[in-house]
């Protein structure tokens, strides 16, 4: 069974950094692109980046281009996205999910979040 | 960016009827479009990829038609557990957008 739990959201400064986590099982973690998808409160569903399975290539939004970063280890089948700069507009649950092998690459499988608040 | 416009934003309906939901891109993604369902407090849920293809496991009364810019998410008789939002998805060039979703409501 196909499992992606986030975790590391929270309360972030201004300015400031966090690190989101999503640990991977149930599937060959290095075959597939990954990607981060955010719902700010109330809102729709806003892609952030991705990353191929060897990690060679990324990712992202005009958006975040510049302030995150996202990553891959897949000794540990782990996605990360580091946040920097952080902007009260970048508050949001943050979902990872994995890319299906299938034409327009849809994401198949989805963690079930975890929120970033962004205040001072 | 290619911009997926849904309508209408809401659709009211009763169990039982159809559905018929719209989403229209700003160029042509040929039949790379997917259709996701969101429940509240709940991650979106893949249903139909490649415009027309649904997910094992997603019951026939959903599907889905189109292709290049006007694509439509038809569910055929609506159960209790279809009142959701639901978003239509393309990819190009490593980019994804989605539209910005038809709240189906009792």
């Known amino acids: 069974e196909v499992q992606l739990l986030e975790s590391g959201g929270g309360l972030g400064q201004p300015g400031g950094s966090l690190r989101l986590s999503c640990a991977a099982s149930?599937?060959?973690?290095?075959?597939?692109?990954m990607t981060w998808v955010r719902q700010a409160p109330g809102k729709g569903l806003e892609w952030v980046s991705g990353?191929?399975?060897?990690?060679?290539?990324?990712y992202y939004a005009d958006s975040v281009k510049g302030r995150f970063t996202i990553s891959r280890d897949s000794s540990k089948n782990t996605l990360y996205l580091q946040l920097n700069g952080l902007r009260a507009d970048d508050t949001a649950v943050y979902y990872c999910?994995?890319?299906?092998?299938?034409?327009?690459?849809?994401?198949?499988?989805w963690g079930q979040g975890t929120l970033v608040t962004v205040s001072s | 960016d290619i911009v997926l416009t849904q309508s209408p934003a809401t659709l009211s309906l009763s169990p039982g009827e159809r559905a018929t939901l719209s989403c229209r891109a700003s160029?042509?993604?040929?039949?790379?479009l997917a259709w996701y369902q969101q429940k509240p407090g709940q991650a979106p849920r893949l249903l139909i990829f490649e415009a027309s293809n649904r997910v094992t496991g997603i019951p026939a009364r959903f599907s889905g038609s189109g292709s290049g810019t006007d694509f439509t998410l038809t569910i055929s008789t609506l159960e209790p557990e279809d009142f959701a939002v639901y978003y239509c998805?393309?990819?190009?060039?490593?980019?994804?957008?989605f539209g910005q979703g038809t709240k189906v409501e009792i």
């Open positions: 999910a994995k890319v299906a092998v299938a034409g327009g690459d849809p994401f198949d499988y």
């Open positions: 998805q393309q990819r190009s060039n490593w980019r994804w957008t």
């Open positions: 149930g599937f060959a973690f290095s075959n597939y692109a």
């Open positions: 160029q042509s993604v040929s039949n790379y």
């Open positions: 990353i191929i399975g060897s990690g060679g290539s990324t």
